[in-house]
Structures are given as C-alpha cells and as structure tokens.
C-alpha cells in the first residue's frame, strides 16, 4: 500500500516537516519524537493508520497552531487512498481507517472473535 497510494516518501516526508514544525517548533524533542512517530506509522501501518492518527491532532488542537499544515499533510495523504473510480465520503472513510487500524494494531481476530460471541 505504501508504494501505491502515498505521494513519495520525499514529498510524504515534507509534509510531515512542515506539520511538525507548525505544531511543536524546530528541532525541540516533542517535535523530533512526533515526526519519528508519524513517519514509521505509514512505512509500518500505512497511509489509512497515519491518517487516522492525525485525526486526533486535527481534533484536539482547537486553536490555530499547526492546523494548516495538518490539513495539508491529512489531505496530500487522503488524495493517494482515491483510485480510479473510488469514492470517499465521510461515514465510509472513517470505517476503512477503523477497519485498518484494527488490523495494524494486531487486534483485528479478536475483534471479530469478541463480535462472533455476542451474535
């Protein structure tokens, strides 16, 4: 997925830069821990679990600080998950990330195993 639906890593990397500078500052330890965490998430997880984990960011940084650059990088990534014909909206968007990170976070066969006993 990481060869196929984000931009390349350079431009990927940009991004994240910019974004980190926006919400941490240049070179402090939170901003070179935060980029770290963001860059082996889509080489690790994917394009969907980063997105995912910027929703967070996006959502709990009411003021201004960052939130552009955020934006920018959530949308640079959102625009590689569009193929060929596929259609995103909200709702659908927010169940493949949900989807995903299940499965990254090694916790999707007991999710389904947890569900297959209340049915």
Not at 28 to 45: C, D, H, I, P
Not at 94 to 117: G, Q, T, V
Request: charged residues 25%.
């Amino acid at each position: 997925m990481l060869d196929d639906n984000v931009l390349d890593f350079y431009h990927l990397r940009k991004y994240v830069t910019e974004a980190t500078h926006a919400l941490f500052g240049q070179g402090s330890q939170e901003a070179v821990s935060w980029k770290t965490k963001m860059m082996e998430t889509v080489k690790t997880q994917a394009s969907l679990a980063m997105l995912d984990r910027l929703g967070e960011y996006l959502t709990s940084k009411p003021d201004d600080s960052g939130q552009t650059e955020l934006q920018e990088l959530r949308d640079c990534l959102a625009k590689r998950l569009e193929g060929a014909g596929m259609r995103w909206d909200k709702d659908n968007a927010e169940a493949a990330m949900a989807l995903a990170s299940l499965y990254s976070s090694h916790l999707w066969n007991k999710y389904w195993d947890i569900n297959n006993m209340a049915a």
